[in-house]
């Protein structure tokens, strides 16, 4: 590739992860003043704080599935590097549209001399296996639409479903597009647990029985799913949010759970602002 057109696509790429940066930061300003700061404490804070990381360093995840993907389009490259562009063009899905990510990921992995045509199925690959992964987490919200239902038999047919759709994608598409899978599930358990620490904090729900928890974030997936699915929404702003309100309206009180739908946007904008953080100062060393 000609040096001047790998330079060029390698500022396309990192502008779109640029611009992610200056949207989480009028994100953060609008959800700051939907906040009331002195109802948390400096323990509440710390909390926010932890699950801040949490969140963040799973997207670490979400990188590695990418790069099980590449790997399963038979494309080899380090875990590292996957690992960095998949962190700094992520951000740029809070850019309005909700395809910056990707285009911004295109940019830098054809500068880099990946083929075009397998980063775009890389995109295919990636939203059909999370999607997949995302809509079995659907099974822990039934109990909350059926109260006969036990959450547990509920947990049970979730595993159940996973453990068999990761045995069809291996016997149809290999080990890495499985794995893939797998990490895309644990991604979105770290996530629905995130959000739960979010409501013991808001909701002062330290007695949480470990039944509520999987209704929770089970129903904060299927949100997330929602929001993902939807066209031109960044992130999935307010699409998540209308629909934890449809699924939790009822089982917790909706003053609080608009103040941790609220408070989890900010925990989840920093997270993915941290993430970016410390994929810039990879390649930043790399380039070194």
């Not at 609008?30 to 969140?55: E, H, K, N, P």
């Not at 996973?162 to 499985?178: M, Q």
């Not at 029985?209 to 974030?217: D, E, F, P, W």
């Not at 960044?234 to 739908?261: H, K, M, N, S, Y």
Request: hydrophobic share 60%.
């Amino acid at each position: 590739m000609h040096p001047v057109l790998k330079k060029w696509l390698n500022w396309a790429g990192g502008g779109a992860g640029l611009a992610g940066v200056v949207f989480i930061l009028v994100r953060l300003h609008q959800y700051s003043g939907q906040l009331d700061f002195g109802r948390f404490g400096v323990s509440s804070w710390l909390i926010v704080g932890t699950l801040a990381f949490i969140y963040g360093s799973a997207n670490y995840l979400l990188s590695i599935a990418w790069w099980y993907i590449l790997g399963f389009l038979r494309v080899e490259v380090s875990r590292n590097w996957a690992v960095k562009i998949y962190g700094i063009s992520q951000l740029a899905k809070y850019v309005p549209g909700n395809i910056f990510q990707f285009a911004g990921r295109q940019a830098l992995g054809l500068a880099a001399d990946v083929p075009g045509w397998v980063l775009a199925k890389s995109v295919f690959w990636e939203l059909a296996l999370i999607s997949v992964a995302g809509a079995i987490f659907a099974c822990l919200t039934v109990p909350g639409v059926l109260p006969g239902l036990s959450v547990n038999i509920a947990g049970f047919v979730f595993l159940a479903i996973v453990f068999l759709t990761g045995l069809f994608i291996r016997r149809f598409w290999g080990a890495s597009a499985v794995k893939a899978f797998v990490s895309h599930v644990l991604f979105l358990t770290v996530s629905g647990l995130v959000f739960v620490g979010t409501l013991v904090v808001v909701a002062d729900k330290g007695h949480i029985t470990v039944q509520l928890a999987i209704l929770y974030g089970g129903a904060y997936i299927v949100a997330w799913l929602a929001g993902l699915l939807t066209p031109g929404a960044p992130a999935g702003v307010g699409v998540r949010e209308i629909v934890l309100l449809f699924l939790l309206g009822t089982v917790v009180g909706r003053a609080d759970l608009l103040l941790a739908i609220v408070l989890n946007r900010v925990i989840t904008v920093s997270g993915d602002g941290g993430f970016f953080v410390w994929a810039s100062m990879k390649a930043r060393k790399k380039a070194a």
